[in-house]
């Protein structure tokens, strides 16, 4: 099964620990054929990376811009490369600016490559355009069901 991720950054340390056991819980019963595609930011992307990774799966990465890793948080680089390094390939819009059309277009593509996509949402509108309810939306227009993890209690900043 081929699974695409998409949600919001800046989540507590508390709300990750609950993200990431859902990921688990979710995507093992799929460990045997798990194709994860992320545009592995910091997050909701990188810890479903993690994920699928751990449970022996292939990690497809999306990257919106040339521009993009030099976005993400300085912290996040290390981690970053290492998904890099493990992805077993890598799909690009073509674009070079790392803003919120290169990270829709990302995404777009993103959920192309899917059969499922998870997102880590809040049921809000965007912030943004790009944002997760925006890919969410194009999801469902495009007919990939959409599942929502957000665990109970759970806010972002």
Known sequence: ??????????????????????????????????VGVSCIAD?????????????????????????????????????????MRQASDVHTTGLTASDSQAHMAGSEILVGLTDHLIAVWDGLPARGHGGTADVVTHARHHNVPVTILWPPGATRD
């Open 43 to 83: 997050g909701p992307d990188a810890w479903f990376a993690e994920t699928v990774l751990t449970l022996g799966g292939r990690l497809e990465v999306v990257i919106p811009a040339t521009t993009y890793r030099a976005g993400l948080p300085q912290w996040h680089h290390p981690v970053y490369d290492e998904l």
């Open 1 to 34: 099964m081929r699974v695409g991720i998409t949600g919001h950054r800046g989540l507590s340390e508390q709300i990750e620990r609950q993200v990431r056991e859902e990921l688990k819980t979710w995507l093992t019963p799929h460990a045997d054929d798990l």
